[in-house]
């Protein structure tokens, strides 16, 4: 059974960092895609980071470009997202996503139906 299950939320002072953790199970991040989203409360979800097993490639917002960094630890098999210079609005739930790349995945803005499997997500807030 493939799951997703995210940890690493908190509450943290603008300017501060924290490492989200995709972990995944029941199958291995080599033919994947893992998308980053995030829903602000009365918002829509929306994508913020994807990195792609194929080839590498990582895609973010404009909004959190140079702040936020996605990687994959296929030895654990978990996707991690670091998020410096945090700020208020950055509060979110955050959620990782899976998708095998039968076709591309990854791009620019991520589209929340090409994912077809979801962890339960971790809130991260941002206040002083």
């Known amino acids: 059974q493939l799951q997703l299950v995210e940890s690493g939320g908190g509450l943290v002072q603008p300017g501060g960092s924290l490492r989200l953790s995709c972990a995944a199970s029941?199958?291995?991040?080599?033919?994947?895609?893992i998308g980053w989203f995030r829903q602000a409360p009365g918002k829509e979800r929306e994508g913020v980071s994807c990195?792609?097993?194929?080839?590498?490639?990582?895609y973010y917002t404009d909004s959190v470009k140079g702040r936020f960094t996605i990687s994959t630890d296929n030895a654990k098999n978990t996707v991690y997202l670091q998020m410096n210079s945090l700020k208020p609005e950055d509060t979110a739930v955050y959620y990782c996503?899976?998708?095998?790349?039968?076709?591309?995945?990854?791009?620019?803005?991520?589209?929340?139906?090409?994912?077809?499997?979801w962890g339960q997500g971790t809130q991260v807030t941002v206040s002083s």
């Open positions: 996503a899976a998708q095998m790349e039968l076709f591309r995945v990854c791009r620019e803005s991520q589209r929340i139906d090409d994912f077809g499997y």
């Open positions: 029941g199958f291995t991040l080599d033919y994947y895609a």
């Open positions: 990195i792609s097993s194929s080839n590498g490639n990582k």
